[in-house]
């Protein structure tokens, strides 16, 4: 996929990977960046986090991101900081940048593991060496921790102005006014203030509304970043944004680990935006409803059940639940054939949708089923 313009990324192996695998991604531009971004509510956040969430709070611009994985450097201490702030520096010594404040940082990978600085030093200068302004799919590549595929989506703006988002999340995904590792890259013209307002609502209805595991990691943050290039509208770019970040997220849940369907729950008439959103994704955050989707059982009650504990307000004797199309309840359960619904439901993607009978709003939430792989992966995740 073509970056947008005035961006140029790179890819490279630095060594931090005990398997040798690509592990040190760059982002950077010659001009500014307005930027926006979101990040954990996990009480516990890693250096890179607290570190850019200070710089958010000013108005001025960046020039790059650097971002490592395999190691999240969080819970590390003092000497967890002041790695992720050599880390920027490095960055920015290898760029030529006169201001460290220029770099984001991102990590990603084990908690509690001091960052291999030895291999930082090394991996940067290597990354800068490599950076090319065509595409970003070495990017894509060294961010990655347990995911089975690199996650890029793209759209093109009416006037010609281009975004590129790029993720990684397999595992410990449950986004709270975050998500997992998100890039994404536009060369629209747009102020930082409308930038950071629009990015927050964009990420409210993508990112946030994926669930793989209901655990909300220490180093979660989605950035957008604008080289203000090609004229656009905000309202244009609010509509790439969001298509390409709600891509994302549906990527992103369809790679789950262990999973082997990617489950779309849409809720319809609801009371208002928040409602659906919050019954909507309680129902792919149940270990109940996943358990059931990876056994291909239409279990309409476990899709009840979540909706309920949700808190939402519904009137269960008009609420109507529809299983990959076949209505299944409506006020009660109704007649259908079981067999033929669990066959429909081998399918790459599953889909539940429930009319809650309150409103006039709908949303949706992406997540996947649960397989007995994800306890092998997440047990043997670093023996």
Known sequence: MTLPRGFRTAGTCAGIKASGKPDLGLVFSSEPLTWAMTATENLVKAPCVTRNRARHAGDHPVRALIVNAGNANCANGETGVWDNEDFAAITAGALGLERVQDVLTASTGVIGVPL???AVRAGVPKAVAALKDEHADEFAGAILTTDLVTKQVS??????????GIAKGSGMIHPNMATLLAFVLTDAIVDQRPLRRLWREVVAGS???VSVDGDTSTNDMAIVLASNLVDASV???TAALSEVCEGLARAVAAD???????LTVTMRSARSLDEARRAAKAVVASNLVKAAIHGRDPNWGRVLSAIGQSGVVADVDNVVVHLQGVEVFRGTSRPFDEAAVSAAMHAPEVRIEVDLAAGDVEASAWGCDLSADYVLINAEYRT
Do not use: H, W
Request: aromatic fraction near 4%; charge should be negative.
């Open 116 to 118: 291999p600085m030895e």
């Open 155 to 164: 759209a093109t703006l009416p006037g010609g102005a281009r975004v590129l």
């Open 207 to 209: 990112f946030n509304q």
């Open 235 to 237: 309202r244009d770019l």
């Open 256 to 262: 789950g680990e262990g999973a082997t369907t990617l």
